[in-house]
Every structure is written in C-alpha cells, then in structure tokens.
C-alpha cells in the first residue's frame, strides 16, 4: 500500500512539474503557481462543503497552514535558482529534501531493514544522476546553490507537514483545502511584490485563458500528489514513502523524452534505471 500510493505521488509530480514547467515558457511562474493553486483550491472548497470535513477541523490544520506558507517559499528560491544556474546542477540538488521527512521518520523511532536502506540509498542516487549533474565545467554561483538547498529543505519540510495534517479521509480534504489557501494567498503576495517592482504578472498577449485547463491539470496534480502521499506515509514507513515519493523529477525527465523528443543524456538513463532497481529493493524489502 505504502509503495502504490508513494508511486502514484511520484507520477503526479512528475507530470504537475512537467506541465508546469511548459506553462511557465509562456507565462509568469508565479502566475502559474498562483493560478493553478486557485483552481485546485475551489475544487477542494466544493468537496470540503459536499463531505462536510469543516467537521474534522482542529489543531492538525496547523501543520497545513505551515505547509502553506513554506510551499510558495521554496518554489520561489526554486525557481530562482534555475534563472541563476545550470538547471543540470540545480534540479538534482532539489532532490535533498528529502532528508527532512526520511530523518523526522527516523527520530520517530522508523527503522528500515538492510534491504530497505540499501534501496533508499539506491532511488536517491538514481534521482540525482536523472536531473542530469553536470560533473565538469558548470560553473555555479554560491546564491544558486544557496537557493536550491533552501528550496530542497522547504520541498522536503511540507512533506513532513502534510504528512501530520490529518488522520481522516474527511480530514485530509479539509487540510490540502487549507493548504491550497494558504498557498494562493501567499503566492498572490509574492506575486503583487514582484509586480510593483516591475516584472510583468501576464504575458504579452493578456491572461492566457487557453490555457486554463492546463493550468487546472497542474494545480490539481499537484493536489492530489499530497494525497496520495499523505495516505503512503500513514500506510506504512515515512521513510519509504518520502524516498518513493521523490522519484518525481524520473518521471519528469521521461515525460520530456515522451512527448517533446528531449534527448536522455547517458547518466539520465542511468539513473533511471537505478530509481527503478531502488524503488524494487524499497517495495520488496
């Protein structure tokens, strides 16, 4: 169960990661985060009212809130990253969150087999060779690299967060609903900041509302990327789950290869095969 509902989170993601990165060619980043976080939010509003979670409401919502507020930051640092240094360099170094949820597991009292750790150790170097590192003459600045590891904790922080947000079905649509909020509102602030300092909110040609349904698919993903993932760390270890659930950038990188004909370097392909044998260790052991 852990590792179907990891898996699931992993290709939802990907996929979200992957829309959302052809959205932003054309549009804003932080429109397309604000936008898409708004739609996911009304359709959680309307589920929230039809299940009656306002119910489930409590002290737990607390570490929704949280994840909230950290969600905009990191992707903020995330994005900024990738305009300052080689993107081969930064998104694999993105994927070091995940010692945030794999240590809160283990300070929990987790403790993962011989066959488990071996797998973790496994997916995690599988995901940073399918980024793409580039080993040699990739220059980097130190705010880069700053940024991405600020990114990284932050990406790894609201997955133990959310983790924590809610113990029922009700519950965890109440929670993602407050989270989806938290998420608009402190996106919208980023947004209106960045704005009146002169970066454009819109494209050229106006609000793109053809691509309302894409942005729709990427906020909704992206929602449902937290749920599954919320019911994989109840199912079963933390540390599983978070490592299963951080093979999203594979999932990105073979959706570029699939549908726009991006090229695998030889170390991608690689570390795709090594998230796969990982991910097998992780579900056997």
């Known amino acids: ?15 979200a990661d992957f829309g959302g990165g ?17 739609i996911a939010a009304g359709v959680l509003g309307v589920i929230v009212v039809a299940t009656g979670a306002w119910s489930e409401a409590g002290g737990q919502l607390w570490f929704a809130a949280a994840a909230g507020v950290v969600g905009p930051i990191a992707l903020i640092c995330f994005y900024k990253a990738l305009a300052l ?58 705010q880069a690299i700053l940024l991405t590891l600020v990114a990284a ?37 980023a947004l209106y900041a960045s704005s009146r300092r002169g970066a454009a909110a819109l494209p050229e040609g106006g609000f793109p509302w053809r691509s309302l349904p894409a942005l729709g698919f990427v906020g909704l993903a992206d929602v449902a990327a937290n749920g599954t993932y919320v019911v994989a760390a109840h199912h079963g270890p ?16 073979l959706a570029a290869r699939g549908i726009l004909r991006e090229r695998l370097r030889a170390v991608q392909a690689a570390g795709a095969g090594l998230a796969l044998v990982g991910t097998l260790l992780l579900a056997t052991g």
Do not use: D
């Open 238 to 253: 933390v540390t599983v789950a978070a490592v299963l659930a951080s093979l999203y950038p594979v999932v990105t990188a």
């Open 153 to 189: 904790f932050g990406f790894g922080t609201v997955f133990a967060l959310i983790a924590e947000a809610s113990s029922t079905v009700t519950g965890l649509f109440l929670a993602l609903f407050v989270q989806r909020v938290v998420n608009v509102g402190a996106g919208g602030l």
């Open 22 to 38: 052809l959205l932003t060619r054309r549009t804003p980043a932080l429109t397309v985060v604000v936008v898409s976080q708004a």
């Open 1 to 15: 169960m852990t590792a179907l509902f990891a898996l699931a989170t992993s290709l939802l993601w990907g996929l």
């Open 85 to 142: 240094g080689p993107m081969g360099v930064v998104s694999p170094l993105g994927t070091v969150g995940v010692a945030v949820p794999v240590g809160v597991g283990l300070f929990l009292g987790e403790r993962p087999g011989l066959m488990q750790v071996a797998g973790i150790a496994v997916a995690v170097l599988g995901v940073v060779l399918a980024g793409g590192p580039q080993l040699r003459g990739a220059p980097v600045q130190r």
